[in-house]
């Protein structure tokens, strides 16, 4: 079929099945001439039309029934389409929403980008090209749909969030459900707990794994917030503690220039004589600014500070020499296997004899495997981590000693290296 526009220009509608809808568009514009000449376009085309001249109405029509297209334009009294685009995000993370603006700046276009909307059209439109952009919307939302089942299906929804507003629903519901993890770091030789390490994890489907959470905090740039919410939750598990033994906190190179971190009524602050920080050693320290006066404002309220995911990250030796650390922590990369790699046994001889050396601790982590732990003993790693004593929990898993023969083989040159 085809529709006029009210000019001399007609335009080509794609085929529909007359009688049947081609999918649901929610219209918003305050100017309800223009909301009008859209709506008799749309349904020519044989859509289903919702109107709203409020960003505020648009968003309860939203709640009560889903919609396939959502087309608003920007400048609205009271709320913004862009602050129309943030509130469907907080309850669809995938409708496309075409935002159109009679007046562009390059602001409210990279906003729309930042926040995901499908598109940014200057009026006047092209009318043929508006009706192409919603058909492609409506099949990019039924595409959406297929793929974040998908994803949910093989537990990857978080990496699928492209856009910060997608990610600002999810990522607040995270921060609310946050809880913390608790695994054991024992002396293999002593058989006996030497501390346990905490590990943030999240009820929010989208964002269950760290990894995605602290993507998001960080797309975001509320990575301090994050760290704040973990310190808390920890400082709490803290005051309810029987056992008294040390407790390793991951910190990001980022918390260290946060000021609540060194506040004296910060939650965590009056246990810090038992806290252990880890910084992780992927992410650059140089972005820190006063890094070793801040060292010593920890290490002065009680601290001691654990170099992690060492042989992981960015410079290995350079980040040994600016923290100065009391604990170093061998990333699973250098762990995994050890016990059928010549070379990575010779990488960490040279670790441990360092820290002997310099009378740093030393803890493997990642450990599952007999052969591993008996490797690393025999090389002198004897503080130790991973699943073969016990996994993450709840406050507070006892670790499991298996005193199952040991491995005392040296691979020859022929066994594989990793």
């Known amino acids: 079929m085809s529709v006029s526009d009210g000019s001399q220009q007609t335009i080509s509608v794609p085929g529909r099945n007359p009688g049947a809808a081609r999918g649901t568009v929610l219209l918003v514009d305050d100017d309800q001439a223009v909301a009008r000449a859209y709506e008799r376009l749309l349904k020519k085309a044989g859509y289903a039309v919702e109107v709203s001249h409020d960003a505020q109405q648009a968003v309860a029509l939203f709640g009560q029934r889903?919609?396939?297209?959502?087309?608003?334009?920007?400048?609205?009294?009271?709320?913004?389409?862009?602050?129309?685009?943030?509130?469907?995000?907080?309850?669809?993370?995938?409708?496309?929403?075409?935002?159109m603006t009679g007046s562009p700046d390059v602001q409210s276009a990279s906003e729309a980008i930042e926040f995901g909307a499908f598109r940014y059209l200057v009026k006047p439109i092209n009318l043929g090209q508006f009706l192409v952009f919603v058909a492609r919307a409506q099949r990019l939302h039924v595409m959406a749909r297929v793929r974040r089942e998908a994803m949910a299906e093989y537990g990857s929804e978080g990496r699928y969030l492209s856009d910060k507003a997608g990610l600002e629903a999810p990522f607040a519901s995270a921060l609310g459900k946050?809880?913390?993890?608790?695994q054991p770091i024992v002396s293999w030789s002593q058989r006996s707990l030497f501390a346990y390490e905490a590990l943030v994890r999240t009820d929010e489907p989208l964002l269950r794994s760290p990894a995605a959470l602290f993507d998001a905090a960080e797309r975001l740039d509320r990575l301090t917030e994050l760290g704040q919410a973990i310190?808390?939750?920890?400082?709490?598990?803290?005051?309810?503690?029987?056992?008294?033994?040390?407790?390793?906190?991951?910190?990001?190179?980022?918390?260290?220039q946060d000021e609540s971190l060194f506040a004296p009524e910060s939650p965590l602050s009056r246990f810090a004589p038992r806290v252990v920080l880890e910084i992780t050693e992927r992410a650059s320290l140089d972005q820190v600014a006063d890094l070793m006066p801040r060292l010593v404002r920890l290490r002065s309220m009680g601290y001691r500070i654990a170099l992690d995911d060492l042989g992981a990250g960015y410079a290995g030796l350079a980040s040994f020499a600016q923290l100065e650390p009391e604990i170093v922590k061998v990333d699973m990369s250098i762990v995994r296997g050890i016990?059928?790699?010549?070379?990575?046994?010779?990488?960490?001889?040279?670790?441990?004899?360092?820290?002997?050396?310099?009378?740093?601790s030393l803890v493997a982590e990642g450990i599952e495997t007999v052969g591993e732990r008996d490797t690393l003993g025999r090389l002198g790693a004897d503080l130790c981590q991973g699943y073969l004593f016990a996994r993450p929990g709840k406050p507070f898993p006892a670790p499991i000693f298996d005193d199952s023969p040991i491995q005392t083989a040296i691979p020859t040159s022929a066994t594989p290296a990793a």
């Open 178 to 182: 946050l809880w913390m993890a608790y």
């Open 231 to 256: 310190r808390r939750h920890v400082a709490d598990t803290l005051s309810r503690d029987p056992l008294g033994c040390p407790i390793f906190v991951n910190v990001h190179p980022s918390d260290l």
């Open 339 to 360: 016990d059928v790699s010549l070379t990575k046994q010779k990488l960490l001889g040279s670790i441990v004899s360092v820290c002997r050396d310099l009378e740093i």
């Open 66 to 99: 889903p919609f396939d297209v959502v087309v608003s334009d920007v400048r609205m009294p009271g709320m913004s389409g862009l602050d129309l685009l943030r509130a469907i995000r907080q309850v669809d993370l995938d409708v496309p929403v075409i935002i």
